[in-house]
């Protein structure tokens, strides 16, 4: 879609698992059906220790889905997904020194991301948690910071809360948690480190009280969490220059993340702009004057919250605001969206800086 001159948004699903995974029930070309279904342009699987769908040949466009794949790199704590690499990373799985692999992934010239950092899982249910415990590390581009299973697997602390959770799961998505949107205001105050959504889709088969379940169906997955990631130029026909275009901007920080199960996101607009300089989501002002203005555009109706570095500066319910902007800063926003009369999470925009 194009929203502005010279701007296309694309939305697209980060971190999926098919049958190449352990865990994973779900062929490749299935999972491209309900991407094509959920008007998804881009997907990028990630399968548990494992190329095997790179080296199947699923890399690549399939019926207007541009299918990437990458691994996420999973022993019992810190997990990550790696992209851009020819060959898995961590044979061994009960190997937990995540600076080893994150090295090992640049050494073959890739770039990875933190994923789930404050995962907690579902005692209840016998779900694991699996968060990020070594926040010394160096050398990832981006951390997740809204998580479909993380998020879900929350609700699951009862037999009843479970069941109205398996119904209704996207009304119980409560969005990023607050300690993770912490740590990410405070690790942006002194690296760049990009913010994206995945959902960590299994379809997975569970079996409780003699019956089955699946959590979830990508078409329902798909419909949740999206990235979205904005480009200067179309997503090109040939699939290398569009690898190049997806990968350049996720390291960009040109993306956002949503939740579009209720509400598309098309003509979402986060800017800074005056009469010397202009920035979108993942830029910069350099020159802080007069007439320095940030600027918010919907497509329907939201409750919009204007962070500076971690601090609530503004907060109104519009499709659109435009405020004066005095102090340099890291400028980021959240938009939650009015669903049966309670405000439900929305958009989280990766920031802008003034400086």
Request: charged residues 25%; glycine residues 8%; positive net charge.
């Amino acid at each position: 879609m194009i929203f502005e001159k010279n701007r296309f948004d694309y939305p697209g699903a980060i971190h999926i698992h098919t049958q190449y995974s352990f865990d994973g029930n779900t062929g490749v070309k299935d999972i491209v059906s309900s991407a094509k279904k959920n008007g998804l342009k881009f997907i990028i699987i990630t399968d548990h220790f494992s190329l095997e769908a790179l080296k199947e040949g699923w890399e690549g466009w399939h019926d207007g889905v541009l299918v990437l794949v990458g691994e996420e790199i999973s022993p019992r704590y810190n997990h990550y997904l790696a992209f851009n690499i020819k060959e898995p990373v961590l044979a061994q799985k009960d190997c937990n020194e995540p600076q080893s692999y994150i090295d090992k992934v640049q050494m073959q010239g890739g770039f990875g991301f933190i994923a789930h950092p404050d995962h907690t899982g579902a005692k209840k249910f016998r779900i694991k948690d699996y968060p990020w415990i070594d926040w010394s590390v160096e050398g990832y581009t981006a951390m997740s910071i809204w998580d479909l299973m993380t998020d879900w697997q929350e609700n699951l602390t009862s037999v009843l809360k479970a069941l109205f959770s398996y119904i209704f799961p996207a009304w119980v998505l409560k969005g990023a948690k607050n300690e993770t949107l912490f740590r990410w205001d405070e690790l942006n105050k002194t690296r760049k480190i990009s913010g994206y959504g995945e959902i960590d889709n299994h379809n997975s088969k569970k079996q409780y009280f003699g019956l089955f379940f699946k959590i979830f169906p990508f078409d329902f997955a798909f419909s949740t969490i999206r990235t979205h990631l904005v480009l200067n130029e179309a997503l090109n026909n040939d699939y290398e220059r569009a690898k190049e275009q997806i990968y350049g901007a996720i390291k960009s920080f040109s993306l956002y993340v949503c939740q579009e199960r209720w509400n598309k996101t098309g003509g979402f607009v986060f800017s800074i702009k005056n009469s010397k300089n202009s920035a979108y989501y993942g830029g910069e002002i350099n020159i802080l004057n007069e007439d320095t203005k940030l600027e918010v555009l919907l497509p329907s109706k939201g409750k919009i919250r204007v962070i500076c570095n971690g601090g609530i500066i503004k907060e109104e319910v519009s499709k659109r605001i435009e405020i004066k902007i005095e102090n340099a800063g890291i400028y980021r926003v959240e938009i939650y969206q009015k669903k049966l009369g309670f405000y439900k999470p929305w958009i989280y925009s990766n920031p802008i800086w003034v400086k």
